[in-house]
């Protein structure tokens, strides 16, 4: 490929690369990653209720990474209510799990940007270390592949095996036991498997340019270096 090409191939990366850093920063700070229903289970086994009664006992939860809105419904109307995990939530969720996965969100965001600015560099400089030339630029989508993808491994097994909707619902609450009734993910959850997709794009579009793959190269000069000493 001539570098006039070679030079719009990694602009056009470089550009999906910063798209990525934008999705991913705009995504972690809305609320839309879950969102479902939560059943006040209490309320509707006082007045046994069933079929199209249990509407009334029926509420609406939707949450991101570090707040959402739930309404409660007890059969007396909702109740609107406005939450923050930080520091309102910290003793309710799994808080560990849940910083993990905000560490691999601002990882992702870094290394996206660093992913985005070398590969400008190598459209339009020229790179004089590994990591800094084409290269490099495996390590740095790959990475960013790799985070994108804890990002929504550690949050759907907060989700679903933590109970973080259930821990939501019946944070403070002594009267009434909630439970979820149906869940599933938003909008920002699924940004950040678009994310994973475009990185690893950008790696097929790095191997577009011409770029051996590390591995394959440091395999060929392997099977070189011994076939040279078995000749001598």
């Not at 406005?82 to 290394?111: E, K």
Request: hydrophobic share 50%.
């Amino acid at each position: 490929m001539h570098s006039r090409q070679k030079s719009v191939v990694f602009c056009v990366a470089g550009v999906v690369s910063f798209s990525c850093v934008l999705t991913a920063a705009v995504a972690v700070g809305l609320p839309f990653w879950v969102r479902g229903t939560v059943l006040c289970q209490t309320g509707a086994e006082l007045v046994n209720a069933s079929g199209p009664e249990l509407d009334k006992f029926l509420g609406n939860v939707r949450y991101g990474l570090f707040g959402g809105e739930r309404v409660k419904q007890c059969g007396l109307g909702g109740r609107n209510l406005n939450f923050y995990f930080f520091p309102d939530l910290v003793d309710a969720i799994p808080a560990g799990l849940h910083v993990t996965v905000l560490f691999f969100c601002g990882v992702l965001i870094v290394f996206s940007s660093v992913a985005s600015g070398f590969f400008f560099f190598n459209a339009f400089g020229k790179p004089y270390e590994t990591l800094h030339g084409p290269m490099g630029l495996y390590l740095w989508n790959l990475i960013c592949c790799v985070c994108s993808c804890m990002v929504m491994v550690l949050f759907a097994s907060e989700v679903k095996l933590r109970r973080l909707s259930d821990r939501i619902a019946n944070f403070k609450e002594t009267t009434f036991l909630f439970r979820t009734h149906t869940e599933c993910y938003d909008s920002c959850f699924w940004l950040f498997f678009l994310i994973f997709f475009l990185h690893g794009l950008n790696i097929l579009l790095i191997r577009l340019t011409g770029i051996q793959f590390p591995f394959r190269e440091a395999k060929e000069s392997d099977l070189n270096s011994g076939a040279a000493d078995l000749m001598y």
